[in-house]
């Protein structure tokens, strides 16, 4: 497993992060989570709000079923979404929802936290108080973001201090915006509208790794493009080349974005 080093932080972590999202789906969550530790994975990402909290309550129940120890796995989750109601990146809200995940989780601290999608009302000088606190209690070591542009983070930087060492983003074949944009440059065809701010290039310049969210997945939460019968050249491409170098359509998917130079996170 190729390993990579998050953000400014100087620590090496895997390259592929397993994603726990689904977690309350597993029929067998203890062996998923070995699986992932034996094939090189010690990157795990979670969320306040996947399945309500239960996806990181089932994920410590089976982690203390493992000989894993704690000091060997990187843990990352985000808060920020109240489901069906708001964004609150509020002081409250973010040490709470800090506090919620560690019961969960049944640890004294996680290794990153992102903020989970932008809140419009954001208030920075509150995130800063709340980042503060968190790092001096010891129950977060590093922090980040989840589907933000520059200008916004740029206007978290104003006043939190602690470098964000993540952005979490959609990317993949069905999902090459970023990419697209950088190519189609000069030109006034749908591919040249920069939608992100040149996110891409700003994490590069600002060495923020790019942790690709759903990169098997297309449009909206539509479902996954590998083996589906609505694109079927793209399917046929991935297969001949999986029968070349000996791989699978999911291997070649994920390697196609690790193959990019701004060395970005893969989240299965």
């Given at each position: 497993?190729?390993?990579?080093?998050?953000?400014?932080?100087?620590?090496?972590v895997s390259?592929?992060?397993?994603?726990?999202?689904?977690?309350?789906?597993?029929?067998?969550?203890?062996?998923?989570?070995?699986?992932?530790?034996?094939?090189?994975?010690?990157?795990f990402?979670?969320?306040?709000?996947?399945?309500?909290?239960?996806?990181?309550?089932?994920?410590?129940?089976?982690?203390?079923?493992?000989?894993?120890?704690?000091?060997?796995?990187?843990?990352?989750?985000?808060?920020?979404i109240?489901?069906?109601?708001?964004?609150?990146?509020?002081?409250?809200?973010?040490?709470?929802?800090?506090?919620?995940?560690?019961?969960?989780?049944?640890?004294?601290?996680?290794?990153?936290?992102?903020?989970?999608?932008?809140?419009?009302?954001?208030?920075?000088?509150?995130?800063?108080?709340?980042?503060?606190?968190?790092?001096?209690?010891?129950?977060?070591?590093?922090?980040?973001?989840?589907?933000?542009?520059?200008?916004?983070?740029?206007?978290?930087?104003?006043?939190?201090?602690?470098?964000?060492?993540?952005?979490?983003?959609?990317?993949?074949?069905?999902?090459?915006?970023?990419?697209?944009?950088?190519?189609?440059?000069?030109m006034?065809?749908?591919?040249?509208?920069?939608?992100?701010?040149s996110?891409?290039?700003?994490?590069?310049?600002?060495?923020?790794?790019?942790?690709?969210?759903?990169?098997?997945?297309?449009?909206?939460?539509?479902?996954?493009?590998?083996?589906?019968?609505?694109?079927?050249?793209?399917?046929?491409?991935?297969?001949?080349?999986?029968?070349?170098?000996?791989?699978?359509?999911?291997?070649?998917?994920?390697?196609?974005?690790?193959?990019?130079?701004?060395?970005?996170?893969?989240?299965?």
């Open positions: 497993m190729k390993q990579i080093q998050l953000g400014t932080t100087g620590q090496l390259s592929v992060i397993l994603g726990c999202m689904r977690m309350n789906g597993a029929k067998d969550p203890v062996k998923v989570i070995e699986t992932a530790y034996e094939n090189g994975i010690n990157f990402d979670h969320a306040d709000i996947y399945g309500n909290g239960e996806c990181e309550e089932i994920f410590a129940d089976a982690l203390a079923k493992t000989s894993l120890k704690r000091e060997d796995l990187f843990i990352q989750t985000k808060c920020g109240v489901p069906g109601i708001m964004f609150d990146f509020s002081k409250k809200h973010i040490i709470e929802s800090v506090e919620g995940s560690l019961r969960r989780l049944n640890m004294d601290y996680v290794d990153a936290l992102l903020l989970h999608r932008p809140d419009t009302l954001v208030e920075p000088e509150e995130v800063a108080e709340a980042f503060d606190e968190l790092e001096k209690s010891g129950k977060v070591r590093f922090f980040g973001v989840s589907n933000q542009k520059p200008m916004q983070i740029e206007l978290l930087k104003k006043h939190v201090r602690q470098p964000l060492i993540a952005n979490q983003l959609q990317f993949g074949l069905k999902h090459s915006e970023m990419v697209d944009q950088g190519i189609h440059v000069n006034t065809d749908t591919a040249s509208i920069d939608h992100d701010g996110v891409m290039d700003y994490s590069r310049l600002n060495d923020m790794t790019i942790q690709a969210w759903s990169p098997y997945q297309y449009g909206h939460f539509e479902g996954v493009f590998i083996g589906n019968e609505k694109f079927p050249e793209l399917n046929q491409t991935l297969e001949k080349m999986a029968e070349k170098y000996q791989t699978t359509p999911t291997g070649l998917a994920s390697a196609w974005i690790l193959r990019h130079p701004a060395n970005m996170q893969v989240i299965v």
